[in-house]
């Protein structure tokens, strides 16, 4: 595979509907082969922006290139790639084979070429005994299923996915989530992938480009976005539970706020510690030492339990230490109960700081 | 008491209901005294249709006929007069049919294109067109009778059956219009996307994709034109001429006629016949029409 070689380049692309601008000077260069997934919460404009690159939305600036062609302008069927939707889209009144083979005769490709790819994509994707079937005789998942189908038989080298696995149930979902990551192992076709769960996101991703109000806010990959979120919103969107913070001011080293004064040595600034500046200091629930364990902790607080969640495999406990509320993730095994007296403790290097008035990372 | 239900006590199972609850005497009564006043004069119509002239001047409208006979139909049909021609009806009812026909054909043909247009291919304008397309509907048939007399014959057409199938076509498009992309739209956009990126084109879409999901929008245009069409007066009395008059207009014809005897019989059968179409398309379609909305037929 050609690492060099860029499959999709968005350049300065806008995009106005009226006033609304839906997406705002967005740049964004994804590599051949490459996993990226688009991750943001409802109206961030993820799926506009597949929109334009499928061609199914005219832009109203800037440029889209595809396999190194500049196909702004282009049909969605020009376009070279293939896209599944979230309410799959099947054709209702045709087969499934006729879903299958409706995009290769439109581009009119001889006979036994359409039945060469349609058996191909069925076996890849074990649909073969549902192919003389419509679409309402078909489960969601086997819908699904049929959906990546049309685009695997197109032969394209970039798939579209808009929340494929949103209607389906949880189980399902997991389970189809694993079929597109092995598909994408064996094709190593460059996949754009809109979602708004962050499960999928961390799963699936080379890279994560997290959305808002029609800007990227970070595109890194899981691990660096889930370890080093470069701003507020992306430490506070990724993670469940969500991320603690407490606000306070930040002196060089030194952290102070209702929790008292804590010093953060050991923490990797981006920068260099700023003299004083207002600050937020955030701290994933799994990061957080309990018990005995938090005695070996540079940074120690005392709590009281205040609410507990059991799932089985952890437990999450809502602690109170010094007025300010800290979601902790604890054992499965845990036996806590509201009111019991909780010793907690964390590492700075754990730690995430976040200047209060431009909410990036320090 | 069976073995399951023994060890229970109070109320189990479905709760009873009374037949005869006050409720369900007011509704049913009420609607069986709604369905008897629209009855009612359907009965006298059958009835003294099949009556001869002597028992009907006996004056008993509501009884049934002593003697029936299918002469009032015979003459309502093919020999009732209308100024100098005397074959009944019949005429006028193939001039109907021939009206009707190519209307109901062409305005749904256009009007199923436009809303889908409409509806799916947001060209620019298209707003402006739908709002001008929509006031179309609200203005009076009586404004534009005149200026389409004299465009119908700038074009040579006035006074002939297709002139009259042009005005038909051009009155059902707004509503039809409206019709198709009010249901086109509620179709799942997806859908239409999906079928762009596998490289359909306009006429592609429409026809292979929107069409056959559309088969219940296409018999309520249907019932609505038929209707509408075969029971027109106005457009059938002014854009056509006595030899091409539609049904309607012949009925008028026969039922007001001064001289000679009302023969009421005859009237009732006319005008029996002459509302058989409309009643024939409700009975027939009706069902396919419930069973397609119902059915949800969209999703997939």
Redesign the interface.
């Known amino acids: 595979m050609n690492a060099q070689m860029n499959s999709v380049e968005i350049k300065n692309l806008d995009l106005h509907f009226g006033a609304v601008k839906v997406l705002q000077d967005l740049n964004l260069t994804i590599g051949q082969g490459e996993f990226l997934v688009l991750l943001g919460s409802s109206g961030c404009g993820k799926s506009t922006l597949l929109?334009c690159i499928?061609?199914?939305l005219d832009v109203t600036a800037g440029q889209i290139h595809i396999g190194g062609k500049n196909v702004t302008w282009a049909?969605?069927?020009?376009r070279g790639?293939?896209?599944v939707?979230?309410?799959?889209?099947?054709?209702?009144?045709m087969t499934v084979e006729g879903n299958l083979s409706?995009?290769l005769k439109?581009?009119k490709v001889p006979k036994d070429e359409i039945a060469k790819r349609v058996a191909r994509a069925a076996e890849v994707l074990q649909i073969e005994p549902l192919l003389k079937r419509k679409?309402?005789a078909l489960s969601g998942g086997q819908?699904q299923r049929v959906a990546i189908g049309?685009a695997l038989v197109?032969d394209v080298d970039v798939f579209l996915f808009?929340e494929p696995l949103s209607n389906l149930d949880a189980k399902l979902r997991a389970d189809l989530r694993v079929e597109i990551k092995q598909l994408h192992q064996t094709l190593g076709n460059t996949m754009i992938y809109v979602t708004h769960d962050q499960i999928e996101a961390m799963t699936l991703a080379d890279r994560i480009a997290i959305m808002k109000g029609g800007r990227v806010m970070q595109l890194d990959s899981p691990s660096e976005i889930y370890n080093r979120p470069r701003n507020l919103y992306v430490a506070e969107f990724i993670g469940s539970p969500t991320m603690n913070m407490v606000d306070g001011a930040l002196a060089a080293t030194q952290f102070s706020s209702p929790l008292g004064e804590i010093s953060v040595e050991g923490y990797a600034f981006d920068g260099g510690a700023p003299d004083a500046t207002p600050a937020v200091l955030g701290i994933r629930p799994e990061h957080i030492a309990s018990g005995a364990a938090a005695a070996q902790m540079p940074i120690r607080l005392d709590s009281t339990v205040e609410l507990v969640e059991p799932l089985g495999s952890d437990t999450l406990a809502r602690v109170n230490a010094n007025g300010a509320p800290f979601w902790v993730r604890l054992d499965g095994q845990a036996t806590l109960r509201p009111g019991d007296a909780l010793p907690i403790g964390f590492d700075p290097a754990r730690i995430h700081l976040f200047d209060k008035a431009s909410e990036e990372r320090l | 008491m069976d073995a399951v239900s023994a060890h229970l006590d109070g109320p189990q199972g479905p709760k009873p209901r009374k037949r005869f609850s006050r409720n369900n005497i007011i509704i049913y009564g009420i609607l069986g005294m709604v369905a008897l006043y629209y009855l009612l004069p359907l009965y006298v119509m059958v009835v003294t249709s099949l009556k001869g002239m002597p028992e009907i001047r006996m004056g008993n409208i509501f009884a049934p006929p002593v003697e029936i006979t299918f002469e009032p139909w015979v003459k309502a049909w093919s020999e009732a007069c209308t100024g100098l021609n005397c074959d009944g009806l019949s005429r006028g009812f193939w001039n109907s049919v021939q009206i009707t026909i190519p209307s109901v054909i062409v305005s749904i043909a256009i009007a199923s294109v436009n809303g889908y247009a409409l509806a799916n291919w947001r060209f620019k304008g298209a707003d402006v067109f739908f709002a001008i397309l929509i006031f179309g509907a609200f203005i009076p048939y009586q404004v534009m009778l005149y200026p389409l007399v004299i465009m119908l014959r700038e074009l040579g057409l006035y006074g002939s059956l297709w002139g009259l199938v042009i005005v038909h076509s051009i009155f059902g498009m707004p509503i039809l219009t409206l019709l198709f992309r009010n249901y086109f739209t509620s179709l799942?956009e997806?859908?239409f996307?999906?079928?762009?990126?596998?490289?359909?084109g306009f006429w592609?879409i429409y026809f292979?994709?929107m069409l056959?999901?559309s088969l219940p929008i296409f018999v309520v245009a249907m019932i609505l034109q038929v209707t509408g069409i075969w029971n027109d007066f106005l457009f059938g009395v002014i854009y056509t001429k006595p030899d091409l008059y539609p049904m309607t207009v012949q009925l008028n014809n026969i039922v007001n006629s001064v001289q000679g005897v009302k023969e009421y019989n005859v009237n009732m059968a006319a005008t029996l016949l002459t509302g058989l179409v409309p009643l024939v398309i409700y009975f027939v379609s009706g069902k396919l029409f419930v069973r397609g909305i119902a059915a949800g037929?969209?999703?997939?």
């Open positions: 929109n499928a061609g199914l049909e969605p069927s020009d790639i293939g896209m939707f979230q309410s799959y889209a099947l054709y209702p009144q409706f995009g439109n581009a679409p309402a819908r049309r197109r808009d | 799942p997806e859908l996307k999906a079928a762009r990126v596998d490289g359909a592609q292979q994709i056959p999901m037929a969209v999703k997939g």
